[in-house]
């Protein structure tokens, strides 16, 4: 598992595009819809008194597959779930999804960013996200 600090704002990666390249890219869509090639993990994310837990489902990926980026205003958990190939398969049920996912968050202003802590068990991975003493920062 890779973790990434990033010193600038999420909104600021997103929100990026100029307005020339946002015009091309809508007019690219409405010629052609396009289909998102990540999925989203299932999550739980739950507050307590001093931190934010995050649980994301991840059976099947390897800690090695999962990148953790965490800029000042958000969270993000990119990686891939890879299909295991079986010989002269012929698929009767395919529920599993496989592929790139991403999941991403707003961290709440409390959240201290320098101090998540994560940790992959059973399929899950769990970030602690504590919050900065005092309160809103």
Known sequence: MRHRRISFRYTEVVGGLS???ETEMWALVRAQPLASPLFRPPADVV???AAYIVT???PGVSEDEVEIFVH???LVV???RRCRDVEDAH???AEIRYGPFRFDMALPRDADAERIDAAT???QLRLVIPKRPGGNV
């Open 78 to 80: 990119s990686g891939r």
């Open 47 to 49: 507050e307590t008194g």
């Open 72 to 74: 000042p205003d958000a």
């Open 56 to 58: 994301i489902e991840v």
């Open 91 to 93: 698929y009767h049920v």
């Open 121 to 123: 068990d059973r399929g």
């Open 19 to 21: 307005a020339a390249l």
